[in-house]
């Protein structure tokens, strides 16, 4: 039996639908998404906008006391789970405030600093085993992605017709359906597909096309890489194809392409 097919109109309205992005109000009051029981910070104190698992918009509403990010203060700025993020004086990660739920207010002081995050080892086990062929070959379609998710972002209508291509060419109808248009799974799937898990972020209207061009040129840069987890070595702007005759990662020596 053949699938149902779904219309161009049909992927547009699910592009549309899936860049509704998370936002949490954060402060002292109860009717904030993520209660804080502090008394030095504001009734309400700050937002927070998922624009993917690991990236965040992180604004300050004019609080009293500050809204810090990494020891800076900020009024508005793009963060990753990889930030420490500061409240009046109480410091949180990104987990701990998402732990917040409204109506249970959690005391701030049970949370602890974040942990450090240390530099890759290079162990004996980690040149084993490495062979990173099909790892290297899904980079093409970042390296391709990356441009012209550039040029689009600055159009709103565009950037959801670009979405609507991705969806039915990467993700395939099928899977539409199968999860029922629902946003974690298909951009856990759409994740995988080179940069197409930023679309519902960049048609979204709660951030600025400057924003929107921050976002792509970080998650660019994060999964532009060396696939080797041991290494992680950044491309760049070097071009795919001059990557993939050089063959073998000159840091770590894992294979790219035979």
């Known amino acids: 039996m053949s699938l149902p097919r779904i219309d161009d109109s049909q992927l547009t309205s699910l592009i549309d639908k899936l860049s509704q992005l998370p936002v949490y109000s954060l402060g002292r009051k109860i009717d904030n998404t993520l209660v804080v029981e502090d008394r030095k910070v504001s009734g309400y104190h700050a937002r927070l906008i998922q624009c993917t698992p ?17 020891g800076s203060r900020i009024t508005r700025k793009i963060i990753t789970t990889a930030d420490t993020i500061q409240l009046a004086e109480t410091t949180y990660s990104v987990e701990q405030l998402l732990t917040l739920s409204a109506n249970k207010p959690v005391d701030s002081s049970v949370f602890a600093e974040p942990t450090p995050q ?29 441009p012209s ?35 974690f799974p298909l951009l856990q799937i759409m994740s995988g597909a080179g940069l197409s ?10 951030l600025s096309t400057d924003e929107k ?7 660019f840069r994060e ?36």
């Open 197 to 206: 898990m930023l679309v519902p972020t960049l048609c979204s209207t709660l």
């Open 223 to 258: 999964k532009y890489r060396c696939p080797n987890p041991d290494c992680r070595d950044p491309f760049g702007m070097r071009e795919w194809e001059l990557l993939a005759r050089q063959k073998t990662c000159r840091r770590c020596q894992a294979i790219w392409a035979k």
């Open 54 to 70: 690991d990236t965040f918009v992180l604004e300050d509403l004019d609080s009293k006391n500050g809204t810090f990010v990494n």
């Open 118 to 146: 240390t530099p890759p080892n290079f162990s004996a086990s980690s040149f084993n085993n490495l062979d990173y062929t099909a790892e290297f070959a899904a980079l093409q379609l970042v390296f391709d992605q990356y």
């Open 213 to 219: 061009l921050e976002l792509i040129d970080k998650e």
């Open 149 to 183: 998710l550039r040029r689009d972002c600055r159009n709103r209508e565009k950037m959801i017709r670009t979405g609507s291509v991705i969806l039915s060419s990467v993700v395939g109808i099928s899977t539409v359906l199968a999860t029922g248009g629902t946003a």
